[in-house]
């Protein structure tokens, strides 16, 4: 992996990061029915934190026609850095008189322009699109989880020496935390493009016709499932009693990244090339 570290190693020092964080409160009550926006991973973190809450979420794509359609009297933003889709998304909702309060790990930020409070997290300047330490930091402050019992639990846990020898991964998760999913999933897309696919479903969601198509070469993987039905290779990780959205995050993380650390560096020899084209595609885009 040359100078940059895999997600593994990312996913240890973010929690060794968090474990000497100070973690801020979020003022979930602002708003009786607020809209939550995010792109990407950071809509999945909104998802996380309001989902016990009465919300409208929304994504860079449909936030205005979800507008058009509900009613709100305010708007949570979530970025960690600020910038791509944040400060087009913050600017429209003020000029609709929307008051924003921007949640993200990146003070004075190009969003920031146009909100009326940020509440910035810390974290650790990782490798482009990894977003450990940030999320974490979100997600840990509700709830409220210890990232120094995560990281025992981690290091505790054996993975294959043979990841390599697979050109898929099922990843199946508890139904209760479903909306880490999307997470998973692009994590894959980022770190790997089309050389190595990542599924991932819950238990429940497993059964409707997921697995019509099977092969030797994809590997099923339970995190906090007790798998013993699906997909012809399997491998299951079980839970502590303690753990929640954090703690299923960060071992997705550790596995996937253990992918990478096994596979060709297809994302550390493709990332330069890259952020040279998505620094002309968003304009506000740090280098």
Partial sequence: MGDLISLD????????????????RIPFRRFKRPLVVGSGNASVAGRILFSDLDCVFASESDYLRKLK??????????????????PRIARKLKKRGIEVILITNT???????????????????EPYTYNVSTYLSMIFSKTKEDPKKIHRFLKGIKIPSNLRDYDSFYL????????????????????FGSRVSGRCFSYEQTKHAKTIVESNKELFVGLGVDNRKFGK?????????????????????????????QDPPYFRKSLGRY?????????????
């Fill in 9 to 24: 190693k990312s996913v240890f020092e973010a929690l060794d990061f968090l474990e000497e964080s100070k973690l801020l």
């Fill in 69 to 86: 359609v509900s009613k709100v009297d305010g708007c949570f933003l979530i970025s960690a850095s600020g910038s791509k889709h944040a």
């Fill in 107 to 125: 003070p004075k930020s190009p969003a920031s322009r146009f909100v009326s409070r940020e509440i910035v997290f810390s974290s650790l300047n």
């Fill in 172 to 191: 199946m998760i508890p139904e209760r935390f479903v909306e880490v999913r999307e997470m998973f999933t692009t994590k894959f897309d980022e770190l």
């Fill in 233 to 261: 290779k399997r491998i299951n990780y079980k839970l502590p009693k303690w753990a929640s959205y954090g703690t299923l995050i960060s071992l997705g993380y550790y596995f996937i990244g253990n992918i990478q650390r």
């Fill in 275 to 287: 952020l040279k084209r998505v620094g002309r595609i968003f304009g506000n885009q740090k280098k």
